[in-house]
C-alpha cells in the first residue's frame, strides 16, 4: 500500500526556518521522481518544487526560489524540504507526493507569525 507521511510543520516568525520531511512507503521510491506542494488557507493546491529520481534535477516555484532546497535520500525512501527565510506568505498545508502522483498523505502544516 502506497504511504506518504509529511512531518516537521510547526509555527516560525518570519525569517526563521524549518525542514520538512517526507517518508514514502509501498512503492520504489528511486524510481520516481518527487514533489512538494502546499496549499494555502482558501487556496488551491500549488507545486512547490520537483527533485529527479538521482538528484540530476531540482526546480522551484518563483515564489520560493533561493529560499526553499528539496532533496531526497533513497536509502531512507524520504524527501526533505528545508525552508529558510520564511514569509507569512509561506503559510500552507504542506504535502510530498511522487510524479505520476498518488493518494496525498495528511501534510504538515506551517504556520509563519510573529
Known amino acids: 500500500q502506497v504511504q506518504l507521511v509529511e512531518s516537521g510543520g510547526g509555527l516560525v516568525q518570519p525569517g526563521g526556518s524549518l525542514r520538512l520531511s517526507c517518508a514514502a512507503s509501498g512503492f520504489i521510491f528511486s524510481s520516481y521522481n518527487m514533489r512538494w506542494y502546499r496549499q494555502p488557507p482558501g487556496k488551491e493546491r500549488e507545486l512547490v518544487a520537483t527533485?529527479?529520481?538521482?538528484?540530476?534535477?531540482?526546480i522551484y516555484a518563483d515564489s520560493v526560489k533561493g529560499r526553499f532546497t528539496i532533496s531526497r535520500d533513497n536509502a531512507k525512501s524520504t524527501v526533505y524540504l528545508q525552508m529558510n527565510n520564511l514569509k507569512p506568505e509561506d503559510t500552507a498545508m504542506y504535502y510530498c507526493?511522487?510524479?505520476?502522483?498518488?493518494?496525498w498523505g495528511q501534510g504538515t502544516q506551517v504556520t509563519v507569525s510573529s
Open positions: 507526493n511522487r510524479v505520476p502522483s498518488v493518494s
Open positions: 527533485i529527479g529520481r538521482t538528484l540530476d534535477i531540482a
